[in-house]
């Protein structure tokens, strides 16, 4: 079952799939065949209650996707801070250490250099995995499909209620 259609967003809502599909009036909802028997006003208004159902429903799905992404790119912006520690920590302790030990076998100057590109090489390894985690982060893929549903059903019904109007002039 495709999570972005209107059947998974009926039981997104609460609504089994038999609900979603009869759309029963007690839920506000009619069957579009049936508003030649209903005058203009009435379709407006009904339309304009199943648009208002639709946008609560697709705000509340936005905000859950939201939720979800946001909590994706707190993990990476943690492990991005997590990996900025390891590497200022690691260079404190290991430039002192280590340019000292190298001092014993070669010049000073060339154990400093030597400590500095493996204390900055670490520290990009760790800022590359982060920045990968970063970019799994996306736009609420399925709140953008179910929009454009919704507006296909909009235009869909606009256009039955003009064409039951024009009809009844």
Known sequence: MDPSSSRARGQYM???????????QSDGFRDTDSLGEQSLGEIVSE?????????????TLARTEMRSEAKKAAAGG??????????????MAL??????????VMPLWASALLVTVLLIAAGAGIAAVAAKRLKAVHAPRKTIQTLKEDSQWASTTMRSAKSQMHGHA
């Open 78 to 91: 943690g492990m991005l801070a997590a990996g900025g520690v390891v590497l200022f920590l690691g260079a």
């Open 47 to 59: 339309f304009l209650e199943q648009g208002r159902h639709l946008l609560r429903a697709e705000f």
């Open 14 to 24: 609460g609504l089994d799939a038999d609900d979603v599909r009869a759309r029963p």
């Open 95 to 104: 430039v002192a250490f280590l340019v000292i030990a190298l001092a014993q």
